[in-house]
């Protein structure tokens, strides 16, 4: 999760400084703003940066000839917040120095707050679905397993409702879960085969439903 922004200047003097940053208490390591400013070098850029205890997103503006920066947590990957600070960078062009670029700075930043959490809400939400499915093809494959297991299906049936639940299956399957004898079996299908209903693949040695 972002944890605070800033934006760094050029000084002809001291060299790279911190011109303005929110929070007011966000730590920048003076290595750190030094290390930007020569890695972004005056040209237009996005720089990922990770060292020990410090993980950040920049982008060199040469409008403003200032480098925003969006400072992470060690856990965050930079990556997913290109696009953002891209639409950081535009805003930072609208604005003029003073309060104005302040209050923007900080709306910035509350706005990589809200991606965030919109971001943890779809992955949580996309783990729950997979969670769910998951629960749901287990209770499938134990229905399927009780059908299959009973003595109220034919040959046939039972051969297509272990394809169903299963992409691929080999005929030593087929033969533990069909309690029947191996020349019917095999004769089952043979006509499977021939009507295309199932398919057999020999370089792996399984057979398929023809979809």
């Not at 629960?135 to 494959?141: A, I, L, S």
């Amino acid at each position: 999760m972002p944890i605070g922004i800033c934006l760094i200047k050029w000084d002809e003097v001291e060299g790279g400084t911190v011109y303005m940053k929110y929070p007011d208490d966000l730590e920048i390591p003076i290595s750190i703003v030094q290390q930007l400013q020569i890695s972004h070098n005056f040209t237009e850029s996005y720089i990922i940066t990770e060292e020990r205890g410090w993980n950040s997103v920049s982008y060199y503006n040469e409008n403003k000839e200032m480098i925003i920066v969006l400072v992470l947590t060690k856990y965050d990957d930079g990556n997913d917040y290109l696009e953002l600070l891209e639409e950081f960078n535009k805003e930072l062009d609208k604005e003029k120095k003073g309060e104005n670029l302040k209050k923007r700075l900080e709306s910035m930043f509350h706005i990589s707050l809200d991606v965030f959490r919109t971001t943890e809400e779809v992955i949580s939400k996309l783990s729950n679905e997979v969670a769910y499915l998951k629960t749901r093809e287990y209770d499938f494959e134990v229905k399927f397993n009780k059908i299959t297991n009973s003595n109220q299906l034919n040959v046939k049936s039972k051969v297509l409702f272990l394809l169903a639940i299963n992409e691929e299956i080999r005929l030593n399957e087929l033969k533990k879960n069909i309690h029947t004898s191996n020349k019917w079996l095999m004769s089952v299908i043979e006509t499977l085969l021939k009507n295309k209903v199932i398919g057999y693949n020999p370089n792996k040695d399984i057979y398929y439903l023809e979809l």
